[in-house]
């Protein structure tokens, strides 16, 4: 029997896949709306894609808007991610400072239950997990690999360095040349939660060959 964490009455754990709803709007009001659109529809975990907003160099907005999803998620799981160029999203960081700024930014509205740690940065944050976790908010650690899929070993040795960074959750979502490529991602999967079974994990092969791994999930 494999732990499991409650957040907002919902389980998180590996055994009970979650949909989670991206919100990839543009400007402030549209963010809302749809959040809001989507609790009316009974979502249960909503992800803020800052990066994707274009006042995502506006701390003042980005503390506002914060603060108004808090008022309104209040029996849904809202996730914030920033996702980098680098990991194909829409912020470009520089010298990676303003990507932890950001982060700790959105740590101290305390409006989020989850916030997403790309394992790429993590070397210059050294003390982002504490930061994050003063909020009582939970660490996801990710990476994406966009232009192919690792063997299992190279796989499965990301997921379980991810997991021995003390992360909550873990994440790792490839891009797949074959249908191999889809099924040895779920085989590595099956692998991580039978040697970490207390540790949720979030495994996808992207585009349409992968599109069995995110809906088989359990």
């Known amino acids: 029997k494999r732990n499991s964490m409650l957040i907002k009455g919902l389980k998180i ?3 009970h896949p979650v949909i989670c709803i991206p919100i990839m709007e543009k400007e402030e009001k549209k963010v809302i709306d749809a959040v809001e659109k989507y609790i009316k529809s009974k979502a249960r ?10 006042f995502v160099n506006d701390p003042e907005i980005i503390k506002r808007t914060l603060a108004r999803l808090k008022t309104i998620c209040t029996k849904t799981v809202l996730i914030a991610t920033v996702r980098t160029i680098d990991e194909g999203g829409s912020f470009d960081d520089g010298d990676e400072i303003r990507y932890a700024e950001l982060l700790e930014l959105v ?5 989020c239950d989850i916030i997403d740690v790309e394992y790429m940065k993590l070397r210059k944050m050294p003390g982002i997990f504490q930061t994050i976790r003063k909020n009582n908010s939970k660490v996801l650690i ?7 899929t690792p063997d299992s070993k190279k796989a499965f040795d990301l997921l379980s360095d991810m997991q021995h960074t003390g992360a909550d959750i873990v994440k790792l979502a490839c891009m797949p040349h074959s249908e191999d490529d889809c099924l040895r991602i779920m085989s590595v999967t099956s692998d991580f939660r039978d040697k970490y079974p207390d540790t949720p994990v979030i495994a996808i092969s992207m585009g349409n060959i992968g599109i069995l791994s995110r809906i088989a999930g359990e």
């Open 107 to 111: 740590a101290g509205s305390g409006a």
């Open 142 to 148: 990710s990476y994406h690999n966009f232009s192919e």
């Open 13 to 15: 754990s590996s055994d």
């Open 45 to 54: 975990m909503i992800e803020w894609r800052i990066d994707q907003a274009n």
